[in-house]
Each structure stands twice: as structure tokens, then as C-alpha cells.
């Protein structure tokens, strides 16, 4: 009747439960089975128990039947009957694991694997391995007698208590009478006098009869919450049986008076003593840090931050205009306006913080991750976590996820010894992997360090000489060390199951670039690595270069500027008659003029006489002839394809104080425009 | 007068789905996300029902029900327990706390509607 369509849940449904499955797994990876804690257990428990609930009530069937197997494992663990073991624990990752893939399938509306499921439930029923599994369900269908044709003599006679349940017994004799043709005898022979009479208790009894061909069990449904606190006798009635006398009067049931002011000694204190083992309230719980939290579509931030962005170059303009006014005549109108400075600035933080997100969103699957690759490569690795709680852009950290988990893999797999070797060069046996986020300025840094054989410089460089890549011996370390970021560094010679995918540095290295961020490697041999990831804290703000080109200016990004410098005559040379390039040290670099690039007007300029601004991006260098440096600044990115079009070259815009609007420059894509005319 | 329902899970899908249903059934719900939550919205309002999952972080619900029927405005407010058909001790243990009764999930919206209907009266 009420036709509520489900689906309206189904988003929150799917979020939780990946919530809850990442909170399992992360138990399930620090539970010690020797020595399980039980809110651990609980937790784990807790979560294949919503997932399933949730599962159920909103049709995912094959979700719902695996986890209704999962639970089963999990609720003997619980009460103490089963004994976990480190093979359990093991099943119960790759069950998280099907679980989420039951889920995805089921949000995709893809069809499940469900052969693969019940195989592993097939594994869960056999750990349990008990008998009492099956046993405790189809219990109470015992005397189930057939239908009688005439009805039912039900005789009702509830315990004092019974109000102390919050039930009431005229619920039960509404519901009787809507089964069918009834007829109702109150029995008042305990009723106390009015004087002795305790409104809180339940003096009545009634005798009924129903006529209605309905099963014993539905007569025996509507007492199911009070069997316990009343005499319930449920017998056929007899086909002829005359029940004329019964008078169709029932005393109003005197349901309790309006809350009695004295609270009785404790009403429902009678507690059985299992419940006593299960201590409430322990141990934060992350749940508690979500319930202070509101789920909000990304989209709506991403409109809020873009109004705040808008808002900040209004701001801009009103300044710039109040910056011609005369301080004496509107000095109140410029105090407004600096206080519009300040608070249209703490408002654009606080928005910007909105987007925000704890690095353990990241970080939280590693444990899983090295755990399984250690023991694939049979390497004894510890984890640790530093700085989960840093907090950066949703976008930054989604896209850092696979740099990052590259960077582990190739730690765990050519950084980090096999227990042999470790023994023999005097090191713990187990390797240390960590990962540390922390602020610095503006930015986060992400660590990944290892302390295992570190970077060979000579098998750097002899690899780096036989890719044809520039090396020389001469370099200094860390010159060495970005060679493993040149792109064709990797080889398919080393891959290998874990790490080697034909994806090498120079991909992580162009990810994180793209990000605007950059990798630093420093590393000492048999000691160790250090890859350091430098990224912003947000995509919405760019710190930027500007300079001009006539009356043009562009925002060149910080983070890909090498230098700046004004060239030597003897600096540039013409190839060809027409390319030209810039000789800076001991490398010649493509000479763009953005004049050029950008079709601008104006008198062309002699490289000499102008400044060149030196970029790089996935490993090359390009020199860019501009008329002058402006300045450093933030600036807030605006999308030029959503907002006009794809421009070659540009990557977005923004809009400057006075108003105008000026293009952000693709690096990465003039890089390659010129790049490669450079290596032809 | 409307009816003032209490509705207590951890997980936001189910407390969503019971909310919307009562209150497109004309009740006035209020939401909490765990039994501590839920206590503490109990000491400060007044609620006619009050429906709540079992199994929860923070006080579970049999340990809400014990901690609500202690509290003289409870001592006779309905209490229902949503709970799954795996776990009939739990029933037991519910029904000894004090709950008034028990909805077994999976549960469709009429079913809800129809069970708070009948304990309301």
C-alpha cells in the first residue's frame, strides 16, 4: 500500500557495506586467532551481520545468502564455539573479498559469480563443522496440526507482569479479531479489589474462540511476544461445539495508567546472566566518528567550492577597484572590504576542506596487500602506518592509489631481501616497510620507505647505458636515481608476478606530475629506500607562474618550472633553418616562442632579448620564450572544456584579480608536442 | 496527536529505509545511530515507540532495552527489536531486557508499517 520503492537506499546500502567490509578486513588482519579480543570479533561479526540484513531487506539475495553462511562462521566464533585458526582467518579474507565482489556485481547488475560462492561457503559450513548449524532453526514446527474448519479455543491468561513488556493485551484481541468471526469471555475472578488493585499489573484473563480455518501457528503467531508471560492454551475447536454462552463483552483490559511516577524497582532487571560477557560502549568505534558525519553528493561540494572560487575573484576585483579609491573619504567602505578579504578567505579554506580526506583511505589497503605479497614472495615484511589522519583532496587521493601501490609492490618485491639474504647481511629477518603522510606548507608529503638491499648505482647505470638513455658516471645519486623514471627504464625482462605489469616508474612518475606533485628517490645501499611524494593539497588551487607575452598573461604551473633565465646569443642556435634550440649546460632544449604557439600579435622578439622559462615534464625539457615574469601566485583552476572548449596546450584557465581571464598551460602536452620534434 | 517512534541502527541504509517508511506513514521519527546515541535522545524527548537493531557498536539494543525500561517514562513504552531469524536466543534475551517484541528481518515496508500500526493500536 505504501508502494516505497526501495532503490532510493540502495546507494547507501552499497556505501556502507564496503565501509563495513574495509572495517572487517582491517580486523581481520590485526586479529591475533590465538588470542582474539572479543570486540575485534564483534566488530568482524557486526559487519557480515548488517551487510546481510541490509542484503536481505533490499533484495540482494545472493549477497544475503553468502553472508547468511559467513555469519553463521562468525556468530560460533563469537559465542566461544568455534576456535579460530590462521586457515580461518585466511577464508574469511577471501570471503570479505567475495562478498565485496557479490556486492559490486549486485551494484553493477552484473551477474554474480555465484559457483565461486557457494564453493566458499561450502569451505565456511566445513570450518564450522558443526552440527549445530543446521539443528537450531526447524525446532518449534513440531506439533503443527492441520487447519481445524471451525477454529480455535484459545484460553489467554497473561501474567501480572505483562504490561512491563510494553505489550498490550487488547493489541493481541484486535488482531484475533480480524482472523475472523470471534468471540471474546473476559475472566475478572483475580481482579483485587479496587483499594488493593496495582494499575501496573494484569489481572484479566480471557477465553476466546475464533472462527476462522486459519493454522494453529497463526493463532500461536500473535502470542509469539508474550508466550512467555502468560498461559497459553490453544486447542481445536470442536465442529459442533456450541459456545453460545460465551458473552461477546470484554472489559475495557485497563491498560496502565499514564506512567506511574515512582519508578518500580527496576522493572526489567531480571536479566539472564549471558548477557553479562558482552560489555557495551568499549573501544571508539569508528561507526561513532560516521554518525557525526552527513553523506553529501560530490557534485554538491564541487558547485560550493566552484561559488567560492567566484566568489574569490569578485572579491579580487572589488579590491582592485577599491585600491583607486581615496583611503581618507572611504575608509569604512575599505575596512568592509578587507573584512570581506578575510572571511571570503577562511571560507574558501573551510569549503575547500569539505573535499578533504584521511590518506588512510588509501593507506588502509596495504596491510591486506603486503600480507598477501609477502607471502606469495615468502618474505617476512612488518607494516607501519604513519599519519593516516593527514588529511588531502578526495580527487588527489584517489588518483595516488595506484602510484602508491606500485611503489609498495616494487618495495616489497626488488627493494626488500628474502629472509636468507637478510640473515646474512645482519639485518632482522623481517623487512620494514612504511608509509608516512604528513603536512608540510601547502603540500603532503607521502613517504614509502623500505629498509632493504637499496639502489645499485652501477647496475643503474649500466641498465640506463644499454636503453641508450643519457647517463654518465659523473652523475651525482640522485641524478642516477631518476633514471628509473626515464620512461623505457623497466624492462619485460624483470617482470615478475608481483610488481613487473609493463608499467614502469616513468608512469608513476607522469601520474604524480599529473597531479601536479612530484617523486624524490633517495636511497643508501643495504640500508635501504626512500621514495618521497610531494603532492598539493588540493586540484582546485594551482600555484602558478605568470608571465606575459604582450599584453597576455598565462599561468605557467609551478611545479614544472626548472628555471628562468635570459639566454646568451651564443645559447641559441637555429637547426635546419627552422627549429630552434636553447643550449643550457650540456643539453640543447627545443626553443618554443609562445608568441608562436598561441598565434599572438606582436613584434617577434630575440630569444635574446626576452625571457625564457625553462619546463619539464615526463622527463623532457622544453625552453619557453616569454616577454616577462609577472609573478607568483594561486590561482583557482577553471575548466576550459566544460566552460568553452578543448584547447591544445592549455589545461584550463582562471581569472585574474582585475578580471580578465588568463589560460593555464598544459606542460605535459607542449612537452610532447616539442619533445619529440626535438628527438626526431 | 502524532506518534513519536524512535528508530535506532547502526546501519544508515536500514535506519533510512524504517525513517522514510513511518514517516510516509504519518509518524514523527526520530533517528539514532547506536544504543548510546539512542539513550541519550530518550533521556531529552518522549517517544510513543521505539524500534531498534540488535546487533550494534556502543550498547547494543538488548542492552538499550534494559537501560530504557529503567527509566520511569519507559516502563510501559512499546519496544520492538529488529532482529534476524538466525538468532531466536537473542529473542529470549530481548524479551528478558524488556523488549515488548520483535520484527525479523528482512522486513518489506508494509510489513513495518502494519507491525507499528498493531503495537500503536
Redo the contacts between chains.
Sequence with gaps: MSGIDLKRFHRTFFEESFEGLDAMEAALLRLDPAAADAETINSIFRAAHSIKGGAGTFGFTDVARFTHVLETLLDAVRAGKHQLTVEDVDCLLRSSDMVRGLLKAAQDETPADNVSADALAAELSQRLAGPQAAASVAAPAAASAAASSAGWQVLFEPKPELFLSGNDPLRILRELQSLGDCEVRCRETQLPTLAEADAERCYLAWELSVRAAVKRERIAELFAWVDEECRLEITPLAAAAPAPEAKPAAPAAAAPAAPAAPAAPAAGTNVTPMAVARKPGEGADAKSDAAASIRVATGKIDAMINLVGELVITQAMLQQLANRLDPVHNEALLQGLSLLDRNTRMLQEAVMSTRMLQVDAVFSRFPRLVRDLAGKLGKQVRLQLIGENTELDKTVIEKISDPLTHLVRNSLDHGLESTEERLAAGKDSTGQLTLRAAHQGGHILIEVIDDGRGLNRQRILAKAAERGLPADPNMSDADVFQLIFAPGFSTAAEVTEVSGRGVGMDVVKRNIQALGGSVELSSEQGRGTTVLIRLPLTLAILDGMSVAIGDEVYIIPLSAVIESMQPHENQVKTIAGQSTVLRVRNDYLPLVDLRDLFGLSGERRNPCEAIVVIIEAEGRKVALQIDELVGQQQVVIKSLDRNYRRVRGVSGATILGDGRVSLILDVAAIVRLFGQAMAA | MTVRILAVD?????R??VA??LK??GFDVTEA?????ALKIAQKESFNLVLC?V??????G??L??AL???????????LM?T??????KK??G????????LV??????QL?ATVR??I?
Excluded at chain 2, 545511530?33 to 546515541?37: L, Q, S
Excluded at chain 2, 534476524?84 to 536466543?89: C, I, K, R
Excluded at chain 2, 528481518?105 to 508494509?110: L, T, V
Aim: charged share 20%.
Design positions: 547502526d546501519s544508515a541504509s536500514m533510512q529505509m522514510f517508511t510516509q506513514a545511530v547506536d544504543g548510546a546515541d537493531d546487533n550494534m557498536p556502543n550498547l547494543d538488548i542492552g532495552v534494559r525500561r529503567a527509566l520511569a517514562p519507559y516502563k510501559f513504552t512499546p519496544m529488529l534476524t531469524e538466525s538468532a531466536p536466543e529470549q534475551e524479551k528478558a531486557a524488556g523488549a515488548t517484541g520483535w528481518k528482512p522486513f518489506n515496508p508494509e508499517i498493531h503495537v493500536g
